[in-house]
């Protein structure tokens, strides 16, 4: 099956300062998905990349997908407390006879210092 | 804002307590899924389904089961609940299968005693 590893783990920056969280694929991804999770609640789906090298912006967040299609980043810009949260990056599963859903990464815990 | 509903949000039950969490999209997606997340650790596909009467086993062996009768409803149960049950449930549901993003629920955290 597909394993996504994401790092760091946790994080905790200053309010202000940029930060980047990175997502690894043992195989090639077809589709890579950034969502938030506030803690206990549901995840809110952030970027969609599916193309090699491509990258997308909304507001303070960047997503980049590697040419290679094996690694995704995330980067954040001048932080927030509203960024607080669960970082977690999901792939679409491609495994022959694997289920077809979403795989994800353990997550990268987001704190933000004021 | 994602129409994905999961009732309830909580609930706390018994040992052999028969129970059904709710999840109700009003998207008309095709796909819909149950994750599995303990705290702390990651999601972990239990369920999911192409569409009505289409039900299939996830990643992660489950004691749960799924129905799929109408398009906007999947509904999750356990005939007997058990202390290993304690978790939280995900639903999600998306409108084709690879290549579109999937909109989650709130979640249910349910916790046996």
């Known amino acids: 099956s597909q394993e996504l590893e994401q790092s760091p783990q946790s994080l905790i920056v200053q309010e202000g300062k940029n930060l980047t969280i990175n997502c690894t694929s043992s195989?090639?991804?077809?589709?890579l998905y950034w969502y938030k999770q506030k803690y206990g609640e549901g995840l809110i789906f952030l970027m969609m990349l599916q193309k090699g090298g491509e990258e997308k912006s909304h507001e303070k967040i960047t997503a980049k997908l590697d040419e290679k299609k094996q690694q995704s980043s995330l980067h954040i810009t001048a932080s927030q407390p509203s960024h607080a949260g669960i970082y977690l990056c999901?792939?679409?599963?491609?495994?022959?006879?694997?289920?077809?859903?979403?795989?994800f990464g353990k997550g990268t815990h987001l704190i933000i210092q004021p | 804002e994602a129409d994905i509903y999961q009732t309830p949000r909580y609930l706390v039950i018994g040992t052999g307590k028969k129970i059904t969490l709710e999840c109700s999209q009003t998207?008309?997606?095709?796909?819909m899924y149950w994750y599995q997340q303990d705290p702390g650790m990651e999601l972990h596909l239990i369920h999911y389904?192409?569409?009505?009467?289409?039900?299939e086993k996830g990643d992660l062996s489950s004691e749960s089961t799924v129905s799929r009768i109408r398009t906007e409803h999947f509904p999750l149960t356990l005939e007997s609940a058990r202390p290993s049950h304690t978790s939280q449930y995900l639903c999600?549901?998306?409108?084709?299968?690879?290549?579109?993003?999937?909109?989650f629920g709130q979640g249910t955290r349910l916790t046996v005693v």
């Open positions: 999600a549901s998306s409108l084709h299968g690879g290549g579109t993003e999937a909109f």
């Open positions: 389904s192409y569409g009505v009467n289409s039900t």
């Open positions: 195989k090639t991804l077809y589709g």
């Open positions: 998207m008309g997606h095709d796909k």
């Open positions: 999901g792939a679409d599963s491609v495994t022959e006879g694997g289920a077809d859903g979403l795989t």
